[in-house]
């Protein structure tokens, strides 16, 4: 861990030793009947330092996981795309950035006889050509690394429009029999199949034509910060609340994921939270996470337990080298989550990894539309691709209702 880091931790754990002190202070007034104004002015400040330690946290929490999806991500798309029927073979790669970079540049008129062979290889006929290979694979890098739900969830790469998972529908049913008594048969372990299907998508992006005419400017780079961050935005919205017409479906839509309720009507509690935990097994509690947005994390900071414990630590607090956690727990913060509200549902708490999957197919078509801002002096990109994720394990993940 470098020192710019520890020093961060130490100075976060500083900052909420304070902000429990001032805190503490605000609790008494309201409980004497005096006025806290003094206090939330103080509060206000402190989140406000706590808020600019939390983009760390959330790099640190995330880090290891992400770290681990892109390695796999990565190896399963060099597999694929490596197929003999993939349609990129190994000598042609270096031949196909080439002439995709010059189609993004120039346009498909401005490719001589070898260019336009490259690229009609990977021809994709909705429309646009195949991205390269290792254009693909560092757009998912970056799209997993500002992705929350991407690194908790379990990912899938494919090069098929869906994928079929195994779910289990029947368990044996053991029974007791007397020593020499007749055995029935029992229930038999069932496995069926679910298809989990990849929806299209797709981003826009508008590049000068001074640009593209300038051998400097870096195109690549351009196009992939624009593709990943309107595919990550899109892609987490679905995977929090999309309604599987169309696009994925989110682990707060699913019907089977269960719940329990704050014990207040609006707003979330200590309580709670306590129960949240203990409503899913153990053996998913273990590598159980938080999902919540930034507001909601702002109000669990200030929760207590029965012990006059807070629920929040930071990672100064138990020992520097973790990250903060919520009742011992991880959390991520995703936009899209539910603020605090009446029968809202602000918390996700789980193992996502085994609730929740992510499939990616590994092709991505760009098609180069001049026309569309030509008055403008732009061209537009339309990058198109493909991405799906659903419940898998419903039972791993239980979601907090404000409600008693």
């Not at 401005?110 to 195949?130: F, H, I, P, Q």
């Not at 629920?311 to 959390?331: A, D, E, K, S």
Request: aromatic share 8%; hydrophobic share 35%; net charge negative.
């Amino acid at each position: 861990m470098s020192e710019d880091i520890t020093k961060s931790i130490s100075d976060l754990g500083h900052a909420f030793e304070e902000f429990k002190k001032v805190n503490d202070e605000r609790l008494e007034n309201i409980e004497k009947g005096e006025g806290t104004a003094y206090n939330d002015e103080k509060l206000a400040k402190l989140e406000a330092k706590l808020d600019s330690y939390e983009e760390m946290n959330q790099k640190l929490t995330t880090a290891e996981a992400n770290a681990e999806q892109i390695k796999e991500q990565v190896s399963k798309i060099e597999t694929i795309v490596t197929r003999p029927d993939s349609g990129f073979e190994s000598k042609q790669i270096d031949e196909h950035i080439s002439a995709f970079d010059k189609y993004c540049r120039k346009g498909y008129e401005g490719l001589d006889a070898v260019e336009k062979k490259a690229l009609t290889v990977s021809n994709d006929t909705t429309g646009g050509y195949l991205a390269p290979p290792e254009y693909v694979r560092e757009l998912l890098k970056t799209i997993t690394e500002i992705s929350p739900i991407r690194s908790i969830a379990r990912v899938r790469s494919t090069g098929q429009r869906s994928i079929q998972i195994p779910k289990r529908t029947g368990t044996f049913a053991a029974q007791w029999v007397a020593e020499s008594g007749t055995r029935s048969e029992t229930t038999g372990y069932t496995v069926g199949l679910e298809e989990l299907p990849a929806h299209e998508y797709y981003a826009l992006v508008d590049i000068s034509e001074q640009d593209l005419e300038d051998t400097v400017f870096d195109l690549e780079a351009e196009m992939q910060s624009e593709f990943s961050t309107q595919f990550a935005k899109a892609e987490g919205t679905a995977f929090v609340s999309g309604d599987a017409v169309g696009k994925p479906h989110g682990f707060m839509d699913h019907s089977g994921v269960g719940h329990v309720v704050s014990g207040s009507a609006s707003a979330i509690t200590a309580d709670g939270l306590i129960s949240l935990v203990h409503n899913i097994k153990s053996d998913y509690t273990r590598n159980g996470t938080f999902v919540f947005n930034r507001a909601t994390l702002a109000s669990i900071r200030k929760l207590k337990d029965t012990a006059g414990q807070y629920v929040f630590q930071t990672g100064m607090m138990l020992g520097g080298n973790m990250v903060n956690t919520i009742l011992g727990h991880p959390y991520v913060e995703a936009t899209d989550m539910p603020s605090e509200g009446s029968n809202t549902f602000p918390v996700a708490f789980g193992d996502f990894r085994r609730a929740y999957m992510i499939v990616d197919r590994v092709n991505m078509a760009v098609l180069r539309d001049p026309f569309t801002q030509a008055t403008t002096g732009n061209v537009r990109y339309i990058a198109r691709r493909r991405v799906g994720g659903q419940i898998v394990q419903a039972e791993a993940i239980n979601k907090l209702k404000c409600s008693t």
